[in-house]
């Protein structure tokens, strides 16, 4: 008794086709603004003071866990609307070894002793005026670890 031979579910290919084309290039997925994008905006914030030393000039650090309190959503892999950043420089952002980016970033905050959501909520309330969003940062500065 023979046993049938198994047959090809598809069709054979030539040597080579399934291989990705050189000449089509594959689209690359840029760090695109979110919904709430305002780049008007985070180029205010980037010339405020930094939260944490004070240095200018600074980068928008977007404050991404989530907060029922102040309707803050968060996804996984989402970035924050623009309302929901604060001034940071560059080493107290992302390449210190205590930055925001490179620890649990609650711990971040409550290190400085500050409520960043709250800040942001104030800072972006002043978005039309720079002087006013400097003194909303001036102040949280010098309110550092006095709540607790």
Sequence with gaps: ??????????????????????????PRRGLAEPEGGDREYLAKVRDCPCLKCGMEPCEPAHVRFASAAYGKASGLGKKPESKWCLPLCAGDHRLARDAQHNRNEQAFWAELGLNPLAICVSLYAQRDDLVAMRHVVMVAIASRGLSS
């Design 1 to 26: 008794m023979t046993l049938p031979r198994p047959q090809r579910i598809s069709h054979v290919e030539p040597p080579g086709s399934l291989l990705k084309r050189i000449t089509v290039a594959a």
